[in-house]
């Protein structure tokens, strides 16, 4: 595209686009929560769900958490954290693959597409975590963070992270085909590796040396430091989610410039 | 006004590069309806998803002032299979910006869908699907529309429907339109391209367009 844009121009373009975004979200949230009755239940009671099951396992092995009393509450920041990364990088991987249908309207832009998951992931994961504070309140477990901006601060961390996973795997998966499938076995590894059972400091020093660099695992430190009074972790690296999320989605959208009018819409 | 500047569009295949447009100018005149020739694979659609924007150029540019074109009609592709004909229409109205109400009851009248406008489009059979594009695109009263080939959907009465609704169109909008049937094209269309080679050649009147068609359909092994 040569020459310059006009700000007017630029800003045309962005009530266009962000109109089509806003129009993708609702089809979207029919598409995915619609049509199955529990869809949306689901995507609220998985983290009840999966901190049921951990606290009860861990709680069998008679261990104490790693950070205050309450395994519901560790597993609960653990998780949560988890899912801001997972969902976005997960949910945004195909967008732009099972989407093929609805881009054949012009204004619809491939990245479009990508945003609108991104933005409802955003969405059903606040609603996911007020749903879970609201049942760990009724319950009386422990649930008032020490710092609810830092913990916000995390939680946003993981966001970017996982948006930025999001937008690479997308555009990847429109010339990789079995991309997602790769990114479905990280994912996989990374249940494991986000610290959502762990933190770093009760690491083997190797492991600890080595996983310190996973920027999901720094995310969710974040999030902790931010919960528990007192906690300091001396293995924080702070821009690490930040740092990989946007030089990722930065590596996307490069690859997807060059490429678009080659790949261009199907 | 639709403007190709230095417009280069290449395709690879197996076989090796086929050559679409190369370093084409032109503009596409308004106010008439434009019937697009060529021989097969020279790459007819593609010129139409370039226009509609569907696809972008390799090099050069393509300018519409403000335009406002329709996707290729002809397929029934945009909508989505587990949606409702009538949340599909949602989707396609907030996208351009229409009015759901009114785009609803016209294409409720006229795409003769009745109940089924309530129930997913994957249950629909083909000819539904089409009636519902077409109905779709024939409520958003684009300035220009494109037509790829177009296959006549239903029975006779709804052909006839049809063929009144794209005439009446034709007092307001142009077309655009792609056909292997020189009858459909000199019915609809007053002025012709061919495109062969690479280039696009404009000619003043269809027949004129056809003849030259039909000269390079002669040349063809």
Known sequence: MAGSISGAELKRGFALQSRIVGALVLREMRTRFGERRFGYAWALLE??????????????????????????????????AFTF???????????????????????????????????????TNVAALCFVVLIFIVLEIPVAPNDPLRVAFGLLSMTVLGAGFGIFNAILSTFVRSWAMFFGWFMRIQYF??????????????????????????????????????????????????????SLALLGLVIERLYRRRVSKL | ??????????????????????????????????????????????LLRLVSGNELPDRGRISRDGVSISWPLGFAGSFHGSLSGRDNLKFACRVYSRDVATVTDFVQSFAELGAHLDEPVNTYSSGMKARLAFGLSMAFNFDVYLVDEITAVGDARFKAKCAAMFTDKLEKSDIIMVSHSMATLAEYCSVGCVLSDGRLEFYDSIDDAIAVYNSLMKDQP
Request: aromatic share 12%.
């Open chain 1, 47 to 80: 983290p009840l769900v999966q901190i049921g099951i951990l606290s009860g396992m861990f709680f069998l092995t008679g261990a104490r958490p790693p950070l205050g009393n309450s395994f519901e509450t560790f597993f609960l920041t653990g998780f949560i």
């Open chain 1, 85 to 123: 990364f997972r969902d976005p990088a997960v949910q945004a991987t195909n967008s732009i693959t099972a989407n093929r249908a609805l881009l054949s309207f012009p204004p619809v832009r491939n990245m479009d597409t990508v945003w609108a998951r991104i933005v409802l992931e955003v969405v």
């Open chain 1, 193 to 246: 590796t986000t610290g959502i059972f762990f933190i770093p400091e009760s690491l083997p020093p190797l492991a600890a040396h080595y996983l310190k660099w996973n920027p999901s695992l720094q995310g969710t430190v974040i999030v902790r430091e931010g919960f528990y009074n007192g906690y300091k972790s001396t293995l924080l690296i702070e821009y690490l989610p930040f740092a990989a999320g946007i």
């Open chain 2, 1 to 46: 006004m639709i403007r190709f500047e230095n417009v280069t569009k290449r395709y690879r295949l197996k076989s090796g590069v086929k050559t679409i447009l190369e370093n084409a100018s032109f503009e596409i005149p308004r106010g008439r309806s434009l019937g697009v020739l060529g021989v097969n694979g020279a790459g007819k659609s593609t």
